[in-house]
């Protein structure tokens, strides 16, 4: 029993020994005068950014995306995903003080694969 304290003791000694690494809070200031760098302090400044990416894998069936745009209280942007069944699906969107307002649209033809066995399928 008392080696086994000993053993929690050399343990715990060994842990609190071990330096902290370094804190990661913004300077003071962070570029404001008289601010803090807390995000709460960012609430006012404009937001702009543009992104996109693209998928694309023919070997599993795979093409899909994303772009958008945003400039200050409005973001416009438009996504696509290949369906299962050779249609392509898009989606373009405008969101902004008025809510996300989405158009959806297909591109292609849909088909679907034989049933297995060379059937006809569903007869009614």
Not at 25 to 28: D, E, I, K, V
Not at 101 to 107: A, D, K, N, S
């Given at each position: 029993?008392?080696?086994?304290?000993?053993?929690?003791?050399?343990v715990l000694a060994r842990v609190s020994s071990v330096p902290q690494g370094p804190s990661y809070?913004?300077?003071?200031g962070a570029g404001r005068p008289g601010g803090t760098g807390h995000p709460d302090e960012w609430a006012g400044d404009p937001v702009?950014?543009?992104?996109?990416?693209?998928?694309?894998?023919?070997?599993?069936?795979?093409?899909?995306?994303?772009?958008?745009?945003?400039k200050d209280?409005?973001?416009?942007?438009?996504?696509?995903?290949?369906?299962p069944d050779g249609r392509?699906?898009?989606?373009?969107?405008?969101?902004?003080?008025?809510?996300?307002?989405?158009?959806?649209?297909?591109?292609?033809?849909a088909s679907y694969p034989a049933p297995a066995g060379g059937g006809e399928g569903y007869k009614y």
């Open positions: 029993m008392i080696s086994k304290v000993l053993l929690l003791a050399m809070l913004p300077p003071s702009n950014y543009e992104y996109s990416y693209e998928v694309q894998d023919a070997a599993a069936g795979l093409d899909f995306g994303h772009r958008e745009m945003r209280d409005e973001a416009k942007g438009s996504y696509h995903v290949l369906l392509t699906q898009i989606v373009d969107y405008i969101a902004d003080a008025g809510g996300y307002r989405p158009m959806i649209r297909y591109e292609g033809t």
